[in-house]
């Protein structure tokens, strides 16, 4: 499986503040990478990083060979490769089919009816297609953000904690989504979460970022049952390791 993002001397500062700094990272082609750690590690600065949305302060990042570093800005061809779902999702003032086809129609892009239906069914939303977006439930909001993306059929998708605070029924059914897209279109997914439960079930490999250093990157398995450092044993247990 070949790298689809690979990072290398990465760091991020504010004034004499280090708060991301990877010396190497690889992110393969079509897996689902979680993120874990406690708030404030660097999480959702790495994934500002990789939806090349702030450069870092040293080092590079290489998107498909591509570099992206402080002094190279990314391509608008790269951004649009790349999509996030944020945890609190901003909704336009307008149906929920029209926020989901909003992307599309900046890209001077047309979705076919049959697949923005389909779109609409596989997050539980097709009955509430012409309903103000505004009206949502929190959990329906957040089905809608991520439908907003998955119809963009992004090459990566960045996931910042995208079913945090949510009940059961709308944590399945983002859940069940995100697993399809990479079953079945091999979209690269990066999911920060602090539900291990979830990095657990939808992760094919797990990195665990403390006060913005990787600590431990292995296989989802490995991870939880016989990880290699024992911050990572420590973080599985639920012990204060920050």
């Given at each position: 499986?070949?790298d689809?993002?690979?990072?290398?001397?990465?760091?991020?500062?504010?004034?004499?503040?280090?708060?991301?700094?990877?010396?190497k990272?690889?992110?393969?082609?079509?897996?689902?990478?979680s993120?874990?750690?406690?708030?404030?590690a660097?999480?959702?600065?790495?994934?500002r990083l990789l939806n090349?949305?702030?450069?870092?302060?040293?080092g590079?990042i290489?998107f498909?060979?591509i570099?992206?570093?402080?002094?190279?800005?990314?391509?608008?061809?790269?951004?649009?490769?790349?999509?996030?779902?944020?945890?609190r999702?901003?909704?336009?003032?307008?149906?929920?089919?029209?926020?989901?086809t909003?992307?599309?129609?900046?890209?001077?892009?047309?979705?076919?009816?049959?697949?923005?239906?389909?779109?609409?069914?596989?997050?539980?939303?097709?009955?509430?297609?012409?309903?103000p977006?505004?009206t949502?439930?929190s959990?329906?909001a957040?089905?809608?953000a991520l439908?907003?993306?998955?119809?963009?059929?992004?090459?990566?998708?960045?996931l910042?904690?995208?079913?945090?605070?949510?009940?059961?029924?709308?944590v399945?059914l983002?859940?069940?989504?995100i697993?399809?897209?990479?079953?079945?279109?091999?979209?690269?997914?990066v999911l920060?979460?602090?539900n291990?439960?979830?990095?657990?079930?939808?992760?094919?490999?797990?990195?665990?970022?403390?006060d913005?250093?990787?600590?431990?990157?292995?296989?989802?398995?490995?991870?939880?049952?016989?990880?290699?450092?024992?911050?990572t044993?420590?973080?599985?247990?639920g012990?204060?390791?920050?």
């Amino acid at each position: 499986m070949s790298d689809l993002y690979t990072l290398q001397g990465v760091t991020v500062r504010y004034g004499a503040h280090t708060v991301l700094a990877v010396d190497k990272l690889a992110i393969r082609r079509g897996e689902i990478l979680s993120v874990v750690g406690p708030s404030g590690a660097g999480k959702s600065t790495l994934l500002r990083l990789l939806n090349f949305l702030q450069p870092p302060t040293s080092g590079a990042i290489h998107f498909d060979g591509i570099p992206f570093s402080a002094d190279r800005a990314a391509t608008l061809e790269m951004r649009r490769r790349v999509t996030t779902v944020f945890q609190r999702p901003v909704l336009l003032r307008r149906s929920v089919e029209a926020n989901i086809t909003y992307g599309l129609r900046l890209r001077g892009q047309r979705g076919e009816a049959a697949a923005l239906h389909a779109t609409l069914a596989s997050v539980g939303l097709a009955e509430l297609a012409q309903q103000p977006a505004r009206t949502l439930s929190s959990g329906e909001a957040q089905r809608v953000a991520l439908a907003r993306a998955l119809v963009l059929r992004p090459e990566a998708l960045l996931l910042d904690e995208p079913t945090a605070n949510l009940d059961p029924y709308n944590v399945g059914l983002i859940e069940q989504n995100i697993a399809r897209l990479n079953q079945e279109q091999q979209t690269t997914i990066v999911l920060v979460t602090h539900n291990l439960h979830q990095a657990r079930r939808l992760a094919h490999r797990v990195l665990l970022l403390l006060d913005g250093h990787p600590v431990e990157t292995a296989a989802t398995q490995t991870f939880f049952e016989c990880p290699h450092d024992p911050r990572t044993a420590a973080f599985v247990r639920g012990d204060m390791v920050y």
